[in-house]
């Protein structure tokens, strides 16, 4: 089965520092897309960064960039400066085979809550 | 990227009655899935809401409970049916295509008492 794992339930960081939230996935495909969404107070799951397998290269975006360990099954993200309104839930999701984009089911971990703090 | 209008963002339900969930798409989109949400969890797909035909649902979840319709590529509806406190959840829908990241409704907060 395959499966996304996030160890973090809560994680807590002052304003301006970084952080670096961790997700593990299990599976046998060779071909897969990761991400990490945000799930804000307002409910609204917004994409935050996307990772594909075949790239080795890891991706960025603006404050926030993952750290892609395809032989670890590993997918962590790093939040750098953090802003207060950085303070939500952190889904890390999977996508099984070939890049179908929405065609494609989401495979959720459990979220990390992280709290930006004054 | 398309937006998703939800609705109703949130209600409060007596047990055994029905809701209806309305998301409306701004473009065509391919695909549109439904999911669950429950207090502190992630997100579990419930069903693929497929355009002209029955959705595909996902183990553990029946389309007497969980009717869903999708009369054309912008708009679909999830029913939650014969509610129980149980089913106390946010729903939320997604649709995207082939080439695209899934986009999601702003979610619906059920509260069944």
């Known amino acids: 089965a395959q499966t996304v794992t996030q160890s973090q339930p809560e994680m807590s960081v002052q304003e301006a520092e970084t952080v670096t939230l961790s997700c593990t996935y299990d599976?046998?495909?060779?071909?897969?897309?990761l991400f990490w969404y945000k799930q804000p107070p307002s409910r609204q799951m917004i994409l935050v960064i996307r990772q594909e397998a075949y790239k080795q290269q890891n991706a960025t975006e603006n404050r926030f960039s993952v750290n892609f360990q395809k032989a670890a099954k590993s997918f962590s993200l790093k939040i750098s400066d953090s802003q207060l309104g950085d303070t939500a839930m952190y889904f890390c999701?999977?996508?099984?085979?070939?890049?179908?984009?929405?065609?494609?089911?989401?495979?959720f971990g459990t979220g990390t809550l992280l709290a930006v703090q004054p | 990227s398309a937006v998703i209008s939800q609705k109703p963002s949130r209600d409060i339900c007596q047990r055994g009655t029905s809701l209806t969930i309305q998301c409306q798409v701004d473009s065509q989109v391919t695909m549109m899935f439904w999911y669950r949400q429950q207090p502190g969890q992630s997100l579990t797909l419930i069903a693929t809401a497929n355009q002209g035909s029955e959705a595909t649902y996902e183990s553990g979840f029946v389309i007497d409970k969980f009717p869903i319709s999708r009369p054309n590529l912008t708009f679909s509806t999830l029913t939650v049916s014969n509610m129980s406190p149980e089913d106390s959840s946010i729903y939320l829908c997604?649709?995207?295509?082939?080439?695209?990241?899934?986009?999601f409704g702003q979610g619906t907060r059920l509260t069944v008492v």
């Open positions: 997604s649709g995207g295509g082939r080439n695209t990241e899934a986009f």
């Open positions: 599976t046998s495909e060779n071909n897969y897309y």
């Open positions: 999701a999977f996508v099984p085979g070939g890049y179908g984009g929405a065609t494609n089911k989401l495979i």
